[in-house]
Structure formats: C-alpha cells, structure tokens
C-alpha cells in the first residue's frame, strides 16, 4: 500500500545530541516537504525537495539539514539538538495534478521531539 | 501573494448538530483550496479539495465545503456532527505557480459534546 511513514514517532534527547529523523513514501512523488508544528499552531515550512539531489530551504528559518539521496527518502538532521528544537515534524510528499499543474500533499504521522 | 484566514480558532457544537468551519482566501492567481484534519498527536489528513472544478466539494466523513469566489471563502460544512470529528482543522490555500508550496490557515479546533 502505497504511504509515507515517519520514524521515530516519538523523541525524547539531552542538549547537544545529533538526530536524524526518517521519512519514506512509496508513492514515487518526486516532491517532499519538511513542515515544524508548535502545539496548537498552524505548519510552517521548513525545508522542501523537488527530486534527487534537490533541497531547499523554507519559509520558516531553521537549523536542520536535510538531504534526498533517494526518491523515497527524505531524512532531516539536527547536528546538535536544543530546546528550542521541541517540536512536531511532519514530512509531506506531492506530485503535480497533471490537469492543472496544482499539487495535493500528504503527511505522515509525524515526529514529537522533546529535548531535554 | 497568497494567505487564508480561518475566522474561529476554536468551534464547539453538539453531536448530532452542524458544523460550521469559515475560511477566507486570498489569492493572486486561481487559487486551488484543500481542508486537512488532524486528530491528536497525528498527521494531517486530506479532507477535501477544491482545483476549479465544481463549486461544491464533497469529502470523507461526510464534510463538505463550497467554493465561492465572490466572498473568496471556502468554508467547510458537515450536517451532522459525531463525536468522532473533534480534532484541528486546517483551511489551506496554493496555485499552480507555488511548485507545490502549502499556505496553512491557523487551524480550527473542532469539540463535540456529547
């Protein structure tokens, strides 16, 4: 069945630590999407891809990296994790409507961090 | 330029009676809309959308939402509502010119009392 599947689900790290957070599709989407979520606030963008090799930056400024080395594969990467890093991450992909050029999204699970 | 407006950050209704969801868009090209929900500790799940189409969307779990240009709304409707629907909901905007770039609206929180 084709999905996009986050991993850990849950994340609880010390200051200083390096993660990397997973994300897989297998609807062969060549864009993915890496969106921050507060509780109880809307998605802000933080990274995106428009296929391998391709990252950029998104609207909201963050310290994360990402990469795309595969389609399917879209991991993010903090190199030294704080506090102000907690948050939800949500992984998206999409691919354009071939009538009207317009892309639908779908989300993972999402990823909770919490550091400590 | 582009951004939506949800006019309630929080909606609280009785099972059993309609729900009402508002959005206002703003959109320099034809715009193309999407309502997500979001139950707790979970992703966004697509709803609905609208891609100039017909005016009238109709969803899963009985939502539906209208397009109309004239107030530049997109508010989302449900008859009936079930104890099931409380969870966040997100009105969202894009065209075709965003390379597939979301603007999200601020969220809904939808209760159902019992």
């Known amino acids: 069945e084709a999905d996009i599947y986050q991993t850990p689900r849950y994340l609880v790290i010390g200051t200083g630590k390096k993660i990397t957070l997973e994300c897989s599709q297998t609807m062969g989407h060549d864009k993915m999407y890496w969106y921050q979520q507060d509780p109880g606030m809307e998605l802000h963008l933080i990274h995106y891809s428009y296929g391998v090799n391709s990252t950029e930056k998104g609207d909201l400024s963050s310290e994360s990296t990402v990469s795309r080395i595969r389609t399917e594969h879209f991991p993010l990467t903090l190199e030294s994790a704080r506090p102000s890093h907690t948050s939800q991450y949500l992984c998206?992909?999409?691919?354009?409507?071939?009538?009207?050029?317009?892309?639908?999204?779908?989300f993972g699970p999402g990823t909770r961090l919490t550091v400590l | 330029a582009q951004s939506v407006t949800q006019l309630d950050s929080h909606v609280s209704v009785s099972e059993g009676t309609p729900v009402l969801l508002r959005c206002n868009y703003s959109s320099s090209y034809s715009p193309s809309l999407f309502w997500y929900v979001q139950h707790p500790n979970k992703g966004l799940q697509l709803l609905l959308k609208?891609?100039?189409?017909?005016?009238l969307v109709k969803g899963i779990n009985g939502f539906e939402a209208e397009f109309k240009k004239s107030e530049t709304s997109f508010h989302l409707t449900k008859p009936s509502a079930h104890m099931s629907d409380a969870a966040e909901y997100f009105c969202v905007v894009t065209s075709y010119n965003q390379g597939g770039k979301l603007i999200f609206g601020q969220g809904t929180e939808l209760s159902v009392k019992p």
């Open positions: 998206a992909s999409s691919e354009s409507e071939p009538i009207d050029g317009t892309d639908t999204q779908y």
């Open positions: 609208y891609t100039s189409a017909a005016t």
